[in-house]
T-cell receptor
């Protein structure tokens, strides 16, 4: 079945460490996105990529980095520069330019906790 | 600027009651798309409906119905005869020509259906 796989589901990180969240899709979607979810704040866009080897900052990109070397993969690195990284992270994909018509497909999320 | 407001943070209803989740949006564009997503405890966002700005017909899908009113910039969601499985966080989202592939999400409404 086609879909988006995020791993791991739960992740613990020590302060000062970088950590990478995985996102893989087999939907042949061109565009991929990373959102952060905090209680009471809805979903906020971190980074998005519409094609391979290209990506743009979203509303809260500081302290994060991404890469898009393959169409299927869009990993997110939470760096030590992110002041408050504890959150639920959701990866999504869409067909690209027409995503405004069809919406996103979401992964099941990764819950990151800094200890 | 685009904005989605879900004023109801939390709602609790007793099973079999009807419940309406409110969504108010702001956009300057005449062409836009509205979405509702459900987020069960597992975390993954599940697509429920999309509606474009040119179609103001209300829609019914089983126990779910949506009331789109451009005059009040609202896209409300009603669950009839609620069930425990409806317990989730529900997000309203907006996309228009100016946001490209980005969605603007509301802060979500947490619905608890009490058996």
């Amino acid at each position: 079945d086609g879909g988006i796989t995020q791993s791991p589901k739960y992740l613990f990180r020590k302060e000062g460490q970088n950590v990478t969240l995985s996102c893989e899709q087999n939907l042949n979607h061109d565009a991929m996105y990373w959102y952060r979810q905090d209680p009471g704040q809805g979903l906020r866009l971190i980074y998005y990529s519409q094609i391979v080897n290209d990506f743009q900052k979203g509303d809260i990109a500081e302290g994060y980095s991404v890469s898009r070397e393959k169409k299927e993969s869009f990993p997110l690195t939470v760096t030590s520069a992110q002041k408050n990284p504890t959150a639920f992270y959701l990866c999504a994909s869409s067909t690209g330019e027409t995503s405004v018509n069809y919406g996103y497909t979401f992964g099941s999320g990764t819950r990151l906790t800094v200890v | 600027a685009q904005k989605v407001t879900q004023a109801q943070t939390e709602i609790s209803v007793v099973e079999k009651e009807d419940v309406t989740l409110d969504c108010v949006y702001e956009t300057r564009d005449t062409t836009y798309y509205l979405f509702w997503y459900k987020q069960p405890p597992s975390g993954e966002l599940v697509f429920l409906i999309r509606r474009n700005s040119f179609d103001e017909q209300n829609e019914i899908s089983g126990r779910y119905s949506w009331n789109f009113q451009k005059s009040t910039s609202s896209f409300n969601f009603t669950i009839t005869a609620s069930q425990v499985v409806d317990s989730a966080v529900y997000f309203c989202a907006l996309s228009d020509q100016n946001t490209g592939n980005q969605f603007y999400f509301g802060t979500g409404t947490s619905l608890t259906v009490i058996p």
